[in-house]
T-cell receptor, first 114, second 114 residues
Framework: DTEVTQTPKHLVMGMTNKKSLKCEQHMGHRAMYWYKQKAKKPPELMFVYSYEKLSINESVPSRFSPECPNSSLLNLHLHALQPEDSALYLC?????????????FGPGTRLTVT | GENVEQHPSTLSVQEGDSAVIKCTYSDSASNYFPWYKQELGKRPQLIIDIRSNVGEKKDQRIAVTLNKTAKHFSLHITETQPEDSAVYFCAPLYSGGGADGLTFGKGTHLIIQP
């Protein structure tokens, strides 16, 4: 299995809601990432997990809360979001124990905050 | 952090012609140079990459060349086809082999004219 899966595919939420995005991979990768992509822009790094520990947090607002419950799963908990947080949220994974740097991206969750 | 510039922002070529996209980076320690392709509504996918000890790499119609002295690398696509229409991102980085988030260039929208 060489795929990263993400659920849900689409999500519409109000500014007072709490929701979670889920990402899963079964390639045995030990590095997982969250990126945010606005329309017509490149993906921007949000968080990096290495061996289930948060290793990079790119000064993301606290209304985004990542969680890595095990080596195959990555969650992004959302709370009190703003309309400007509407974007495509991409999860990615990569091997971290060899000099192999390719990142495998999931299809993304398209989030709309109303 | 890495400062990445990518040119041109839009490139329109006739089907069958060649396309060249250039990426300039600032960190002289960068040792990994990938190109990602993102079709409309799809996830980014790695199409070719090169490491700092190699000057050129080719995979069928796609090639990447690296000039470490000038700190730039380029994507070359020959005999372009309609399915090459997409946004292409470079993402140079320094990696010690662990978990490293990508900093993407702003992207080049490649349009293949029939």
């Amino acid at each position: 299995d060489t795929e990263v899966t993400q659920t849900p595919k689409h999500l519409v939420m109000g500014m007072t809601n709490k929701k979670s995005l889920k990402c899963e991979q079964h390639m045995g990768h030990r590095a997982m990432y969250w990126y945010k992509q606005k329309a017509k822009k490149p993906p921007e790094l949000m968080f990096v997990y290495s061996y289930e520990k948060l290793s990079i947090n790119e000064s993301v607002p606290s209304r985004f809360s990542p969680e890595c419950p095990n080596s195959s799963l990555l969650n992004l908990h959302l709370h009190a979001l703003q309309p400007e947080d509407s974007a495509l949220y991409l999860c990615a994974s990569s091997p971290s124990w060899t000099p192999v740097y390719e990142q495998y991206f999931g299809p993304g969750t398209r989030l709309t905050v109303t | 952090g890495e400062n990445v510039e990518q040119h041109p922002s839009t490139l329109s070529v006739q089907e069958g012609d060649s396309a060249v996209i250039k990426c300039t980076y600032s960190d002289s320690a960068s040792n990994y140079f990938p190109w990602y392709k993102q079709e409309l509504g799809k996830r980014p996918q790695l199409i070719i990459d090169i490491r700092s000890n190699v000057g050129e790499k080719k995979d069928q119609r796609i090639a990447v060349t690296l000039n470490k002295t000038a700190k730039h690398f380029s994507l070359h696509i020959t005999e372009t086809q309609p399915e090459d229409s997409a946004v292409y991102f470079c993402a140079p980085l320094y990696s010690g082999g662990g978990a490293d988030g990508l900093t993407f260039g702003k992207g080049t929208h490649l349009i293949i004219q029939p």
